[in-house]
């Protein structure tokens, strides 16, 4: 603390006092004045550090926000996963039967398939089977490997393989590429399909109609194996959910820990600070005091200092009220967020003057920011500044129209510019004041109404009235929402009429 620099005189000698200089008076009386005003120089920025430490209520007010909707979304995203997870398992549980059965007829098409392919293979082909074939063109087939009805499956025409010559007959083997043998035409193809088609219908025939027992049970287990399984992983499903639950909530009170003890620690410096300042403004007070002392027991010290004396007997400043603009936290609101809502209102309410000031205002929703749906009226007002209303095509409106059409959406832009800029801010962040929307339709009706009004080739007179009467209407609601705001704001409580 500065200390007083007053000089007492006192006896000296066995004699009695006498009254001090008149220049040791002016140095005792500047040195309280030089006193004074460093200490004002020092409570001089009490109000930065008042704006310094609403910032960081802000930025705290913030992280808090981002922590809360981050949470929130982990937690949505477990829940979306656990309800994806148990849909697809509940789906799948209910496509076991038709799976069974697709099973079944799988393995039924593949035992046919074989049963049909053994019986093809022990169909030989010899001379007395197929007609028109001797036993020359059977070794011939047999030399090209077509020795049983399962070695080809169909006849085609096509070039001869040396190009020479017209189409002759390829038979197609099941194995291979196509061949042709001397000697086999249409005369002695048709013949050789025909056994064909009769040896596979024999095939198909014998081959078995339904699954054995035993492959049944087998399919059975399998099934009932993948429904235990799949039942496991449902009832599982809400556990592993909570566990990831759990996880993100550790995850989410650790950071809120950490949150609060960097804001404890940074609460603490405030406090130190204010309390430093709360000191120097007791002692300026103090100071002031002496100085009034001095001044009535040595009377005037000049002109010089006159001037000098009166700066510093000035009271203290008021201190203007700093505007809260603190983010309310968001929903769902729990213990942790709610002590520290409690805290921060405490730290907001300790200052000199300003507790009252910033506990009537109202804080916006953190992260709350102008919509960027805003920039079509204003492109739309911006646009018809420069081409007016009732002038495109043929149109040509009134020059008083022309006129007042322009001003009349360049005020509605500067206006909308004015409110939509400052909340777009991630410093300020808010949403518009209520009422703008209203406002705005008005403006956009009754520019619609001019240029309807304006349009000579049509009749939409009718049209046009109502759609004045409408945007009369909207104007009028539009304005009585914001004097309802600004009025709530300014704490009255007149009527418009009053």
């Known amino acids: 603390m500065i200390n007083s620099t007053t000089s007492h005189h006192s006896h000296r000698d066995g004699l009695a006092s006498v009254p001090p200089a008149l220049p040791d008076v002016r140095a005792d009386r500047r040195r309280l004045i030089e006193a004074i005003r460093a200490l004002r120089r020092l409570l001089d920025r009490r109000r930065p550090f008042e704006l310094a430490d609403r910032r960081r209520l802000n930025h705290e007010a913030r992280n808090r926000g981002r922590a809360e909707a981050t949470h929130g979304k ?135 109609r339904e699954l054995p027992p035993d492959e049944r049970h087998r399919i059975a287990e399998i099934i009932e194996a993948e429904r235990t399984r799949l039942q496991g992983e449902l009832a599982q499903a809400p556990s592993t959910a909570e566990a990831a639950r759990a996880e993100a909530a550790q995850l989410h009170a650790e950071a809120v820990e950490r949150l609060t003890d960097a804001e404890r620690e940074a609460a603490h410096l405030a406090a130190e600070r204010r309390a430093e300042f709360d000191a120097m403004a007791e002692q300026l007070l103090t100071l002031q005091a002496e100085l009034s002392a001095h001044m009535d027991q040595h009377g005037d010290a000049g002109r010089r200092i006159r001037r000098a004396q009166t700066r510093a007997l000035r009271p203290l400043p008021e201190s203007a009220p700093i505007p809260a603009v603190i983010p309310a936290p968001r929903t769902p609101v729990d213990l942790t967020k709610a002590g520290t809502a409690t805290r921060m209102a405490t730290r907001m309410g300790t200052g000199t003057r300003m507790g009252t000031a910033m506990s009537t205002a109202t804080p916006p929703t953190p992260g709350t920011r102008a919509s960027l749906g805003w920039l ?83 009749d939409v007179f009718l049209v046009a009235c109502v759609t004045s009467v409408l945007a009369a209407s909207l104007l009028v609601t539009g304005a009585h929402l914001r004097w309802k705001v600004r009025q709530r704001g300014e704490g009255r409580t007149t009527t418009p009429f009053s």
């Open 74 to 208: 982990s937690l949505q995203r477990i829940l979306e996963q656990q309800i994806r997870q148990e849909r697809s398992l509940s789906r799948r549980l209910n496509g076991l039967d038709g799976k069974r059965d697709h099973q079944e007829r799988q393995a039924l098409a593949v035992l046919r398939r074989e049963s049909v392919q053994r019986t093809l293979n022990g169909s030989r082909l010899t001379a007395s089977e197929v007609n028109g074939i001797g036993s020359g063109l059977v070794r011939a087939l047999a030399a090209q490997g077509i020795t049983t009805a399962a070695d080809f499956t169909r006849v085609s025409w096509g070039k001869a393989p040396n190009g020479k010559g017209g189409e002759v007959l390829y038979i197609h083997r099941a194995h291979g590429r196509k061949v042709h043998i001397n000697g086999i035409g249409e005369h002695r193809g048709r013949p050789l399909m025909e056994w064909r088609r009769a040896a596979l219908a024999r095939a198909e025939a014998r081959a078995p």
């Open 376 to 458: 079509l009226p204003i492109l739309y007002f911006g646009f018809t500044t420069l081409v007016g209303v009732g002038e495109l095509g043929d149109n040509t409106a009134p020059p008083a129209l022309m006129i007042c059409s322009r001003l009349f959406a360049f005020a509605a832009t500067a206006e909308l510019l004015r409110l939509w800029i400052p909340r777009r801010n991630w410093r300020t962040p808010s949403p518009m004041p209520s009422g703008t929307g209203p406002q705005a339709s008005g403006v956009f009706l009754a520019l619609t109404a001019a240029g309807m009004f304006a349009d000579e080739k049509s």
